[in-house]
């Protein structure tokens, strides 16, 4: 997803060896995504599913704060 | 010894082969207080082995902190994946694509998958994702948290 939008950057994050943004952003399983620091998401979805929850609360031309 | 099987090893060459783009890894750590920095390098010491289009720069947090916040790095282990578009001469371009601590098991395989992309394999996303991704407009920072199993 970064790859298709120069406004995207992705993060893969080592959970155990960072404990401190894992309880942050209270991840008690894994796969979770956190997107802006708001959404979140658990678990693999469908491809589709996972882009649209990704940016469920942005508009659909764009983000708006 | 390698950390990768030789089958695997093959299998790893093959992939790379194809890629049609230079891409340099930028690997964030520091010399004390680092558990996982001296594992993480000899992870990421594999990859130059198995094709000549891959690299490694080694960026010190400590003694670099400026470049390490140009990438918006600011713990170690790290890695940014980075390429070229086309000739050795041009400028490298972040793919924004980052790992944060050890990339073993299940996140070597994503460390792979993202050093092909940025490598020139076509996206696997579907048109109607592109399309969507295209539209954003704002800076979206995405976390995905995983563990080595």
Known sequence: MAFASPHITAYAVEATEYPDLARRYRVNGVPKTVVNEEIEIMGALPEADFVEQSLAKFPQLGIEN | MALISASDQNKLREAFAD?????????????????????????????????????????NLILEGEKAAAFGVDRVPAVAITFQQASPD??????????????????????????????GRPSQLSDASRNRLAAVNRPVTMQVFTTPT
């Open chain 2, 19 to 59: 890629m049609t783009r230079r891409v340099r890894l930028v690997f964030f750590t520091q010399t004390l207080d680092c558990d996982t920095c001296v594992q993480t390098r000899q992870i990421l010491d594999e990859l130059p082995l198995l094709s000549d289009k891959i690299t490694i720069d080694e960026v």
């Open chain 2, 90 to 119: 041009d400028a490298w371009t972040d793919s924004r694509i980052r790992f944060l601590g050890t990339p073993a098991g299940y996140e070597f395989i994503s460390l792979v998958q993202g050093v092909l992309l940025a490598g």
